[in-house]
């Protein structure tokens, strides 16, 4: 089982700075079989990037993903309000899926 | 628009018995793959089950193979979870998932959850 690391736990920032997480593979994903989710309280999560870079309907440009291998990365350029939440990073492979352990995203 | 509402949660016994459904709308169900995933009190997601558009094809998280069953009724637009032998630790919210047409494992819509607990 491929298992996924994110770091930091939390993160604390203040609305316009710019957020970086990060997620670690313990072997090697495809990029094409990596997926960024944000979840806000009370909600079910909603997809952000599909295949390490694709952006999800809806999602504005400020979020950026990248990464190959093990090593994976979602940024958001400038922080907006609504953008603070649990990120959560999965990939598939084969017969099964495993998501990381998530981000909390907080307001400074 | 696209509609996933869960149903059939509720608490149960250890060792009892539950059967989630989730109605799908607003896309030809049949050409989708469809996945459950459950998130424990205050806790992260956990991936459970998947099937395929057809049913045919099913698979399951190490933790509930032989106790959960996954299934689609088509014609209903209709997807299940057939839960038995529950524990304690299957509490949990459970969401209805689609897969992306292109990839199985990218989940694009979510239902709202239904919460089962597992408690004496």
């Known amino acids: 089982e491929i298992v996924l690391t994110q770091s930091p736990g939390t993160l604390s920032l203040s609305p316009g700075e710019r957020a970086t997480l990060s997620c670690r593979a313990s072997?090697?994903?495809?990029?094409?079989?990596l997926a960024w989710y944000q979840q806000k309280p009370g909600q079910a999560p909603r997809l952000v990037f599909y295949?390490?870079?694709s952006r999800a309907t809806g999602i504005p440009d400020r979020f950026s993903a990248s990464g190959s291998g093990t090593d994976f990365t979602l940024t958001i350029s400038r922080l907006e309000p609504e953008d603070f939440a649990v990120y959560y990073c999965?990939?598939?492979?084969?017969?099964?899926?495993?998501f990381g352990q998530g981000t909390r995203l907080e307001s400074k | 628009e696209v509609q996933l509402v869960e149903s059939g949660g509720g608490l149960v016994q250890p060792g009892g018995s539950l059967r989630l459904s989730c109605a799908a709308s607003?896309?030809?169900?049949?050409?989708?793959?469809m996945n459950w995933v459950r998130q424990a009190p205050g806790k992260g997601l956990e991936w459970v089950s998947y099937?395929?558009?057809?049913?045919?094809?099913?698979y399951y998280a190490d933790s509930v193979k032989g106790r959960f069953t996954i299934s689609r009724d088509n014609p209903k637009n209709s997807l299940y979870l057939q839960m038995n032998s529950l524990r304690v630790e299957d509490t949990a919210v459970y969401y209805c998932?689609?897969?992306?047409?292109?990839?199985?494992?990218?989940?694009?819509?979510w239902g709202q959850g239904t919460l089962v607990t597992v408690s004496s």
């Open positions: 999965q990939q598939y492979v084969g017969s099964q899926i495993t």
């Open positions: 072997q090697s994903v495809s990029s094409s079989y």
């Open positions: 607003g896309f030809t169900f049949s050409n989708y793959e």
């Open positions: 295949g390490a870079s």
């Open positions: 099937i395929s558009g057809g049913g045919g094809t099913k």
């Open positions: 998932t689609r897969g992306r047409y292109d990839s199985w494992g990218h989940l694009d819509y």
